[in-house]
């Protein structure tokens, strides 16, 4: 079988709304930039028709693979998944909320042409996401540029074009807690910025509230660096000092003015303590816990059914 050019990978979760235009958009683009191409729909557990729906296009149209995995692995997961089975010369990586617009595939094509291995989507503006959220966002790139020892590209997401080699070598990590963009970032070679506007969702709602995010910034910083373990030293040693300073004034204050320490300066003494000591046993039990789960060698993902009209090759990595 003959090389792809592209294969489009789009990690789906309670999607319903929006695939049949998903689907329509990216076959218009992916038909008109030219050569052989596939559309990999994976479905990370949904709960509504999103299965049902991505089977029957699967049915119909012969280059379009759906894959749906045995329960709900999350985003990474799913886009991992995705990226294991991708078969094209090129892989484009895209939500299915239709928030980045798969019309840009021709210039990401074009880059691709002058020589990059990376091309991805950096923001110029973020249409209907609120305060709250471009805060935070603007927040997590802040702190991730200052602990990570690998550059993660601001303004950025999932949104991008690679080479296969980029592919083979992120299919090649075997981590378990996944930050994709950082570890394509971590690989190398010639990445380039495309950078465009991104629309509001085209329907539903948001897949990635609060709590996930949070969830989600904790494997990046635990991912790509090792400076909360050394903030956590550092920590120890500035209140080890502080504590040694409260020890001498308080041996002077006995000896020479007769004192009595306070219920109130110990109580606080002992608090501040026991805080300190508390964050910084969080902090090295989550590298822990990462460690603990890693060192399992589990999958990452199971595959329940995989739907195409095509006559496919053997997937020898349906499973990690």
Excluded at 93 to 103: F, K, R, S
Excluded at 210 to 232: C, E, G, N
Excluded at 254 to 268: C, D, E, I, L, R
Excluded at 286 to 307: A, H, M, N, T, W
């Amino acid at each position: 079988m003959s090389a792809l050019r592209l294969s489009v990978v789009v990690p789906c979760y309670n999607e319903s709304a929006v695939l049949s235009e998903l689907h329509r958009r990216l076959s218009d683009v992916c038909s008109t930039s030219g050569g052989s191409f596939e559309i990999i729909l994976i479905d990370d557990g949904s709960r509504d028709t999103t299965w049902r729906q991505m089977s029957e296009i699967a049915d119909i149209h012969s280059n379009v693979l759906a894959v749906r995995l045995s329960r709900n692995f999350g985003h990474q997961m799913a886009l991992t998944a995705g990226l294991s089975i991708a078969r094209g010369e090129r892989v484009l990586v895209i939500d299915a909320d239709l928030q980045d617009p798969p019309e840009l595939l021709p210039e990401m094509h074009a880059l691709m042409d002058k020589g990059a291995d990376v091309v991805y989507g950096e923001r110029i503006t973020r249409q209907g996401e609120t305060l709250v959220k471009k805060s935070t966002a603007y927040l997590f790139y802040a702190i991730i540029q200052k602990l990570s020892q690998t550059e993660v590209h601001r303004n950025t997401g999932d949104f991008r074009m690679m080479s296969s080699r980029v592919v083979r070598a992120l299919n090649e990590m075997p981590e378990r807690h996944r930050f994709v963009r950082g570890m394509v970032a971590w690989v190398g070679y010639k990445q380039v910025a495309l950078r465009y506007d991104r629309h509001a969702r085209f329907a539903g709602d948001t897949k990635y509230p609060f709590r996930k995010m949070m969830r989600f910034a904790a494997d990046a910083v635990t991912a790509f660096s090792i400076k909360p373990l050394q903030l956590a030293s550092y920590i120890g040693l500035a209140f080890a000092i502080v504590g040694l300073g409260l020890l001498v004034f308080s041996v002077i204050s006995f000896v020479f003015f007769k004192a009595v320490n306070g219920w109130t300066s110990v109580m606080a003494g002992v608090s501040l303590m026991g805080s300190v000591q508390l964050l910084v046993l969080g902090i090295m039990g989550e590298y822990l816990g990462r460690l603990y789960e890693q060192s399992k060698g589990r999958p990452l993902f199971l595959i329940d059914q995989v739907v195409s009209s095509a006559n496919l090759p053997a997937q020898s990595s349906a499973e990690l």
